[in-house]
């Protein structure tokens, strides 16, 4: 019954998870409010605030499990990808506490995690299954085989679908993070009301750069006409921006399950957590007889339990990481 504490700290939550025998214990994460006030985050403030928040977030994860240090059997941290400074911290705070305990390190794919936040509670897909991850940095589509079996078979050519919310969201002047105020919004709109071109793009590849150009467009053009067009149609136009980016998702996600034959289909990621998203996927699924499976929403955010999973994973095959690890901003599957 390994005990593993894992740390995640690829952006700007600072988080830790204690798991044992594959079963989350207590998962805590440090938000940090300050990047609101520059539309982004700031890799510098964020990595900063990461030196503050691991220490108490490490111990309060400890305390809520009822777990002591001297009881972990390995300590797993995000290796890769994320923003390097964010990285580091979290990467020296594991790979310090790894030589204090003498225990193994376990370095984590921060994508593949978030595909194995499926793998946390029951009921969980059986393998093989397809899953769309999609957050702020990243749109994909994996297959997997089994834990250890992890295959990117189709992925954005340019923006991932968050950061295509996120920037239609600051065209519409809404405040960083704007995707899920799009969603707000969009739940009191009608989807129908504007339309947007989908991209045609072969295979399972996405592509977001032709969708946001068209809704840059479209908002000059409405304003030249009535400078106030955004503020009386706000709920419409974010309903069928969040209509077009669902359908391009959902589209392409439902080719890959044609071609591959499978029907287990999941989904993870930061934009999991959308509800038009969700209730379009799940709509989606019973339609064709699939069986659907979505993280619970702490677990589609970044947080410090999908990483814990993956460890665990990794510890039952002993696949750990030398202390000379390094982590990468960027990395291939």
Known sequence: MPAILAIESSCDDTG????RDGKILSNLIASQKIHEQYGG???????????????????????????????????????????????????QFAKSLSMSLQKPLISVHHMQAHVLANMIDDPKPSFPFLCL?????????????SPYMLKVIGETI?????????????????????????????????ATRFSFPEPNIPGFNFSFSGLKTSILYFLKAEQIKNENFIAKN??????????????????????????????????????????????????????????????????????AAMIAITAHYKYLKQDFADITISPTARAEW
């Open 234 to 303: 706000l709920p419409d136009i974010c309903a069928s921006i969040q209509h077009r980016i669902v359908s391009i998702l959902l589209k392409k996600l439902q080719r890959a399950a044609e071609e591959t034959g499978i029907k287990n289909i999941c989904i993870a990621g930061g934009v999991s957590a959308n509800s038009g998203l969700r209730k379009s996927f799940e709509e989606l699924g019973q339609k064709l007889n699939w069986k659907t499976y979505i993280p619970k929403f702490e677990y589609c955010t970044d947080n």
């Open 16 to 19: 830790a998870a204690i798991c």
């Open 41 to 91: 985050v700031v890799p510098e403030l964020a990595s900063r605030a990461h030196l503050q928040n691991v220490v108490p977030v490490v111990s309060e994860a400890l305390q809520k499990a009822g777990v002591q240090f001297a009881q972990i059997d390995a300590v797993a941290f995000t290796q890769a990808p994320g923003l390097i400074g964010s990285l580091l911290v979290g990467a």
């Open 158 to 190: 340019d923006d991932a679908a968050g950061e295509a919310f996120d920037k239609s969201a600051k065209l519409l002047g809404l405040p960083y993070p704007g995707g899920p105020l799009i969603d707000q919004f969009a739940a009191k709109g009608n």
């Open 133 to 145: 991850t999609v957050s702020g940095g990243h749109t994909q589509i994996v297959l997997c085989e």
